[in-house]
């Protein structure tokens, strides 16, 4: 999931990470994963629902960012359920938090 969900961000043009963003870039996105729930029936898997984070950092006015993410992650399959803006003090970045959601049928 890592990789596809870095492969429909990474045309944003700024770093992406999984979970800790250790580069020198001012702008860049993190994502990682919330707890997942499993749907099961006579004790097999149905679906399970993945939920992510992607946290946006920048400098600047976050929203052309921020409408590209959730352009990108609508096309690739996923539903958004949360947004909210926040200022860091200590690092002087808008942080742009986006959760989105993707049910995945079990084989």
Do not use: C
Not at 9 to 28: A, H, K, R, V
Not at 70 to 91: S, W, Y
Request: glycine content about 2%.
């Amino acid at each position: 999931m890592n990789d596809f969900i870095e492969s429909v961000l990474e045309p944003i043009g700024i770093p992406i990470e999984y979970q800790n963003y250790t580069g020198s870039e001012i702008e860049y996105i993190r994502f990682f994963y919330l707890p997942q729930i499993d749907f099961q029936s006579d004790d097999e898997e149905i679906y399970n629902t993945v939920y992510v984070q992607v946290d946006l950092f920048t400098p600047w006015n976050p929203h052309l960012y921020v409408t590209q993410i959730k352009q990108r992650m609508k096309q690739a399959g996923f539903k958004k359920n949360f947004e909210h803006e926040l200022f860091e003090e200590d690092t002087e970045l808008f942080h742009y938090v986006l959760r989105f959601y993707i049910i995945k049928e079990e084989d």
